[in-house]
């Protein structure tokens, strides 16, 4: 016999964002379940031991963007959130390297070594950042309104915005309307002139984008990770003690608190609907689970097309939701290492380890990178962002031993020929080359590799196509129109079905966000 | 740590030979910490030149006590031996802990006040033999201890430059010295320590520490210093050790609520005026003072003051955040943290009327809140009550909401638990 429990909500997906739901909703009083696909919880934010002793932070592997009323809130701390600061970039190059750290004086004299007119550029440009940062953060803090009718309520959150923005400054404006329409390289390029600065920088443009730094829209993307702040100050990445992991645990832990149940290996098949109402969730096991609300926490492709009958659903809605980019654009390669890289530019350890490590030598290294995906194939000379977590965190691997978690930009989810066994592991040896070109000791010390494609990262994670934000950051998949205007207030056209997940607004990263502000939502009219 | 590289482009124009003159003591192992600390930021502590931090900004150095190991160089602290038949009952009379009951190889926080019953100093009280106790104190006591022994059968000899002493700070630091030590520490309890050996060389151990954190600290003769330090750091390495300075000490004690000498209160005996003293009941240590056990210096003042009620609490404080992220908005800024600790008095309203001062506070990066060691008047002083804080923004005074809430702000498990 099904099992029937009746609950006030039933969340679909244990990641950081359904979990994050599930704990403001149980905070209010509500009887919440949690149903995780996997034997863990996080979603992409986990923590696993891919090899004995050693942890990784399996897909995302930085924290920035998590909001800080969601940590106090949900008193996160207490419960295990415990972040450390991940303040540098290194760049290396070919006999010299870029290194930019928290200290002022270090970084300014580090730039004016490469380019004396940059080094003050930089100096002006953080604070612009910060400010358009700060100029944003009310679209970001806002639950996107209705646009084609909207409610009392959007009107006036509308009205909000629009006064906000009046009270922006012309030089504020201007950059702003700049990067929502620039290129992260064309912007860049009206600033600084060393390129491998503008490289760099450029690089935050295309993460988890099926763009180059030279495609428009990129610069929104890197204003999307300029937008973080950890104890109020814009602009700095943050490393989770114990890994990505560690923060879902901290959020499902708050969640439990507050009352929520939580089952892992619980697949959920579909969403019942009756009489265009959501009544409940039936699991791949055959049991099913009622409640008043059902919220999805997985991307708007699985949340719409596979938790649903698309006859259920209006069908210019369904067109929007199969045409919502979700290109996956992005590989990870974890690397068990007996050591330390040497990087032949700057050797031994120091503080350049302990922050990201980017390989971005150029601009047309990575827009090269970029020809290759464009083309069905994964990047020959990838973009990679580096972190070495075991040197900030020691428990990530047995002492003496390290864990390495390398973000490879391109590898298309679409490739020629498709992903096979064959080419996951010329795609490892491809990133592991490109990585050796600086730190030429890297092959001796790799003791495993765990490499994984878009298509693993659909398979395993439920990514759709491998895409790390649940659709692209592009302009035309952004606020009112994420995932689809007129539902982009975390409802959907079926009653009682909500979605939570990096596919609505403000989109991708641990921030929290969506998971909070769906909830708040579907509080207010409860 | 020290990257050769980078200091040969960072000094290319100048000689990376430098040399520096200074009138201020220097520890043992100044050799070491001198080339360890990049900023070459120094405070005072005690008369000696003392690492504020290492590295360029203290943050590593902070989270390294949460989460790796922090290594400390704490010589600056007074230390005394006291040794003689007389020497337990002499302690037991100076301090306000039961030093009767303090067995050999445990280790007592104690404060020590004047015959008023207003604190001196505070610091630990080490049994090393059956007649024989070590103190620590901030400032030098040698005269009060000297004075209050006439006529005692013991002896008191100044250990402060005779023993150095390192804190090993951090969820990391018993892994770290279970490498290189002959003995096990995973039975040492919190508040004991043990004689041991480190490759040969004999040290001392106790489980005690300034951070709120697993910790240890280590105590030896000055000669072994360098060798004791060059085996930890090397050791260490994989395990996270990080030389770390005053700056992070000062963040992990405020979060662990343990007051600082001349920053939350004023020696009775260094103070001008008597409104700068306080008693340990007014400094949140209470608990500390045992009004059963026989004679000892301040008692009676201390008792009636038990009877009659304290005027002053120290109190842990939260600053709300949301009403401080609002101050900021309003002109335009992010909120404005302190990015370390603070020790500048600031006054705490409650309607129209003062009714207390924080001491010393910080932003929390562990915790995420912001915090304060405050002292309030005991009527303002129950957990919960709500506070304005004065806060400067952009030049212009505010008054922001707190909250006088438990303390310690941070106390994890594994500051008291053994391995199982």
Redesign the interface.
């Given at each position: 016999m099904p099992s029937v429990a009746q609950y006030d909500a039933i969340v679909i997906g244990g990641g950081h964002n359904g979990l994050t739901a599930a704990a403001y909703l149980s905070r209010a009083g509500k009887k919440v379940l949690v149903l995780e696909r996997r034997h863990v919880l996080g979603g992409a934010a986990v923590t696993e031991e891919i090899f004995p002793g050693f942890k990784f932070s399996v897909c995302s592997y930085v924290v920035s963007l998590m909001k800080?009323?969601v940590?106090?809130e949900l008193m996160?701390?207490k419960f295990g959130?415990?972040?450390?600061?991940l303040?540098s970039t290194f760049t290396p190059l070919n006999n010299d390297y870029l290194?930019r750290?928290?200290?002022h004086?270090?970084t300014y004299?580090e730039i004016y070594?490469h380019s004396p007119r940059d080094a003050e550029a930089y100096e002006r440009f953080g604070p612009l950042m910060?400010q358009i940062g700060?100029a944003v953060r009310p679209i970001l803090e806002t639950i996107p309104p209705n646009a084609i009718r909207p409610s009392l309520s959007d009107l006036s959150a509308t009205k909000k915005l629009l006064d906000h923005f009046k009270t922006l400054s012309t030089e504020q404006f201007e950059y702003l309307v700049k990067l929502m329409t620039m290129s992260s390289a064309d912007f860049l390029d009206e600033w600084f002139e060393f390129d491998p600065l503008k490289a760099t920088m450029s690089a935050s443009g295309i993460i988890g984008t099926f763009m180059g730094p030279r495609s428009p829209g990129s610069a929104y993307v890197m204003l999307h990770h300029y937008m973080g702040?950890i104890?109020?100050?814009?602009r700095s990445w943050g490393f989770q003690?114990g890994g990505t992991g560690a923060v879902s645990a901290a959020i499902a832990r708050s969640a439990e608190h507050f009352g929520a149940d939580i089952m892992t290996e619980a697949a959920v098949e579909k969403v019942t609907v009756k009489n265009g109402k959501a009544i409940g969730v039936t699991l791949e096991n055959g049991d099913q689970f009622d409640s008043t609300k059902v919220i999805s926490g997985m991307d708007p492709k699985l949340t719409f097309l596979k938790m649903l009958n698309e006859k259920d659903l209006p069908s210019d809605f369904v067109t929007s939701i199969k045409n919502f980019r979700i290109r996956g654009s992005s590989g990870k390669v974890n690397l068990a290492l007996d050591g330390l890289p040497d990087f032949t530019c700057?050797?031994?350890?120091?503080?350049?380890l302990?922050g990201a490590i980017s390989i971005s030598p150029s601009l047309e290294y990575i827009e090269k990178a970029y020809d290759d995906a464009k083309y069905g194939n994964f990047s020959r000379s990838p973009y990679i962002d580096i972190i070495i977590p075991s040197?900030?965190?020691?428990?990530m691997a047995p002492?003496?031993?390290h864990v390495m978690s390398c973000f490879v930009q391109y590898a298309p989810y679409n490739i020629n020929g498709g992903w096979n066994d064959d080419k996951r592991e010329d795609f490892g040896d491809a990133v592991i080359n490109a990585l050796a070109q600086y730190a030429p000791n890297i092959k001796d010390i790799i003791l495993h590799r765990q490499i994984l494609t878009p298509a693993d990262l659909e398979s395993t994670f439920g990514l759709s196509e491998g895409n790390i934000f649940h659709g692209e950051l592009s302009l035309q998949q952004l606020f009112i129109m994420r995932p689809a205007v007129k539902w982009a207030d975390y409802r959907t056209p079926i009653r009682n079905y909500f979605q939570c997940g990096s596919g609505t607004h403000p989109g991708g990263g641990i921030t929290g966000s969506p998971g909070e502000m769906a909830a708040k939502k579907i509080l207010k009219e409860w | 740590m020290f990257n050769p590289a980078i200091s040969k482009i960072y000094f290319m124009s100048y000689s990376n030979q430098f040399t520096a003159h200074t009138q201020l003591r220097l520890s043992p192992f100044f050799e070491r910490t001198s080339k360890l600390n990049e900023s070459q930021e120094w405070r005072r502590w005690s008369g000696y030149l003392s690492a504020t931090n290492y590295e360029l900004s203290h943050e590593n150095e902070y989270f390294s006590i949460r989460t790796k190991a922090a290594l400390l160089d704490i010589t600056p602290l007074y230390k005394y031996i006291i040794e003689g038949p007389d020497a337990q009952r002499f302690l037991d009379r100076l301090v306000t802990r039961n030093i009767m009951i303090c067995k050999v190889g445990q280790v007592m926080y104690t404060p020590w006040c004047d015959e008023n019953g207003k604190q001196i100093d505070d610091g630990t009280v080490q049994r090393l033999a059956e007649q024989k106790f070590r103190i620590t104190s901030a400032e030098p006591n040698l005269e009060w201890i000297e004075h209050n022994a006439a006529g005692m059968e013991l002896s008191i000899i100044d250990d402060s430059t005779t023993t150095a002493a390192l804190a090993l700070q951090g969820p990391n630091s018993r892994n770290i010295l279970n490498k290189v030590i002959s003995d096990s520490l995973n039975n040492l309890k919190f508040f004991w320590m043990m004689k041991t050996r480190l490759n040969d060389i004999p040290i001392s151990i106790s489980r005690t520490g300034y951070t709120g954190d697993l910790g240890y600290e280590i105590w030896m003769d000055p000669k072994y210093a360098l060798s004791v330090w060059d085996l930890l750091m090397d050791k260490g390495v994989s395990y996270g050790i990080t030389p770390t300075g005053l700056h992070a000490l000062d963040m992990a004690r405020i979060e662990a609520s343990l007051i600082l000498l001349d920053v939350d209160y004023v020696s009775a005996q260094h103070a001008f005026i008597d409104h700068r003293r306080s008693s340990p009941y007014e400094l949140g240590i209470g608990w500390a003072v045992k009004l059963k056990k026989k004679d000892f210096i301040g008692k009676t003042a201390l008792e009636k003051e038990h009877v009659q009620g304290s005027e002053w609490q120290l109190r842990g404080i939260e600053i709300e955040w949301n009403a401080l992220e609002k101050h900021y908005r309003k002109m335009g800024l992010p909120p404005g943290l302190p990015n370390t600790a603070w020790r500048s008095s600031t006054p705490l309203y409650q309607g129209n009327e003062q009714v207390g001062y924080a001491t010393s506070g910080c932003w929390s990066p562990i915790l995420k809140r912001y915090i304060a060691l405050a002292h309030l008047k005991s009527d303002n002083a129950r957990i919960g009550t709500k506070l304005d804080f004065e806060l400067k923004v952009e030049h212009f005074r505010k008054l922001t909401p707190a909250m006088v809430v438990d303390t310690p702000f941070f106390d994890p498990e594994r500051k008291r638990s053994c391995p199982v």
């Open positions: 800080a009323n940590i106090r996160l701390p959130l415990e972040l450390l600061p303040e290194l750290t928290a200290d004086d270090q004299r070594r910060s700060m702040d104890d109020g100050a814009f003690r700057l050797p031994g350890n120091g503080p350049h302990r040197v900030l965190d020691p428990d002492p003496g031993k | -």
